[in-house]
């Protein structure tokens, strides 16, 4: 195994002595750079299925040091960060629990929240603290070697405490996240989901649809992909994300995901009935409500 780099300066701020990161892939990979850098750890370790992308991981500085064994990866742990697809969340946390300290502090990553908080609430037990984590700061670009220690500056951080979370570990999750430059919300993991599945999980079905749609059609035996523009790459940039990932989010936060769609699939269903009826009065509103909130959402974001 690949020795860890050495750094040259003592932290300044520590807010846990050893981090291990299950899962060095984009998130868990911008939060080990920009934790090291920032010295909000004393060290960071990674564990993972794929020896490529831990080496990379180290490699880049993202980690001090990486193991494939849960308990080499796990021993006096005091913060498991787990930034795995969700499915596989509490396996993960399953195997590397029982070898950390006894006051560790567990942290996820998921876009969703319901069922990875009522899982891990019940597996992590006192003197050990779960504190349900989504830093909204992710890309369609994976793995660690797209990693940046500037990923969560100025981005939102959900956080979804209940009223078994400790305390003292809910403000040490806080800093950790404000360290890196996050801006914080608290809400009902409930609330979270319903609306991560309007804004991001049905973007990401849409995205996946467009592109199923269009794709294995051929116009004069030409495929339609080559002849793109800027609006197909923009409207299906998400579409690129890893597919195991989406997978499992669309499965975990079924009911949400799926009233989601519905609710697209009645707007679509407005716009097709204009396009079939040749409703011009129709098509203009129902384009100029989608344009001026579009609008909204522009001003907020920038």
């Not at 876009?111 to 909204?136: D, N, Q, R, T, W």
């Not at 369609?140 to 400790?166: H, I, Y």
């Not at 100029?288 to 579009?294: I, L, T, V, Y």
Request: aromatic content about 4%; proline content about 4%.
């Amino acid at each position: 195994m690949p020795a860890g780099s050495l750094r040259t300066e003592a932290p300044t701020v520590r807010l846990f002595d050893r981090m291990v990161v299950a899962g060095v892939g984009l998130i868990g990979g911008s939060l080990g750079l920009a934790a090291r850098q920032r010295s909000l750890v004393g060290e960071v370790v990674g564990y993972g299925r794929g020896e490529e992308n831990l080496a990379t991981a180290l490699a880049r500085g993202a980690v001090d040091r990486y193991s494939r064994c849960a308990a080499e990866a796990a021993r006096g742990a005091d913060l498991l960060v787990v930034a795995v697809p969700v499915r596989s969340t509490r396996a993960v946390v399953a195997q590397l629990l029982p070898h950390a300290a006894a006051a560790v502090v567990v942290i996820d990553a998921g876009s969703v929240k319901g069922p990875v908080v009522e899982a891990l609430e019940a597996l992590v037990s006192p003197p050990a603290a779960f504190v349900g984590c989504h830093p909204i700061a992710g890309t369609e670009l994976s793995g660690a070697a797209n990693a940046a220690a500037d990923l969560f500056e100025g981005q939102l951080c959900v956080l979804t405490p209940t009223a078994r979370t400790d305390a003292r570990a809910l403000e040490r999750v806080r800093s950790l996240w404000e360290g890196v430059g996050m801006r914080l919300e608290s809400m009902a993991a409930d609330d979270h989901d319903r609306l991560l599945a309007l804004v991001s999980h049905l973007p990401h079905a849409v995205a996946y649809a467009l592109i199923a749609a269009i794709e294995g059609e051929r116009v004069g035996g030409r495929d339609p992909l080559a002849y793109s523009g800027g609006g197909l790459r923009d409207t299906t940039r998400i579409a690129a994300s890893p597919a195991e990932m989406w997978r499992d989010i669309f499965l975990d936060n079924r009911s949400e995901a799926l009233r989601a769609i519905d609710r697209f699939a009645a707007a679509l269903a407005r716009l097709r009935d204009g396009v079939e009826r040749g409703d011009a009065g129709a098509l203009d509103g129902d384009l100029g409500r989608a344009r001026a909130a579009r609008s909204r959402l522009k001003e907020r974001r920038s």
